[in-house]
Nanobody
Framework: QVQVVESGGGLVQAGGSLTLSCIFSGSFGLNFDDYAMGWFRQTPGKEREGVSC????????DYADSVKGRFTISRDNAKNTLDLQMNSLKSEDTATYYC???????????????????WGQGTQVTVSS
């Protein structure tokens, strides 16, 4: 069994920064570095959007066009943690943000929600304009 838990959400002014964190825990044999990881976000009435993802090794990343140049995803396989550094925040970044884990295909990562098996409960980010 795998669990992922997000933290770090909150209220921030437009132009500000926030870092989201996610900690991974797995039962015996389920290791963090066996999984690609992703950050997704969702607002009421809209589909879940893939914000960013990172391969198991951290060597490959991908970002939605809406956050490129502003958000940075990173992982620490020794600590089983995933981060999303968010800079230059805009009101349209307001959403519930989710951390998710997908079995690694050994190549890269995906921002398609259907490819992720494990999800956190979400953390709210609100950007005031």
């Amino acid at each position: 069994q795998v669990q992922v838990v997000e933290s770090g959400g909150g209220l921030v002014q437009a132009g500000g920064s926030l870092t989201l964190s996610c900690i991974f825990s797995g039962s015996f044999g389920l290791n963090f570095d066996d999984y690609a990881m992703g950050w997704f976000r969702q607002t009421p009435g809209k589909e879940r959007e893939g914000v960013s993802c990172i391969s198991w090794s951290g060597e490959r990343t991908d970002y939605a066009d809406s956050v490129k140049g502003r958000f940075t995803i990173s992982r620490d396989n020794a600590k089983n943690t995933l981060d999303l550094q968010m800079n230059s925040l805009k009101s349209e970044d307001t959403a519930t943000y989710y951390c998710a884990a997908a079995p690694s295909n050994g190549v890269g990562c995906s921002r398609i929600a259907g490819e992720y098996d494990y999800w956190g409960q979400g953390t709210q980010v609100t950007v005031s304009s």
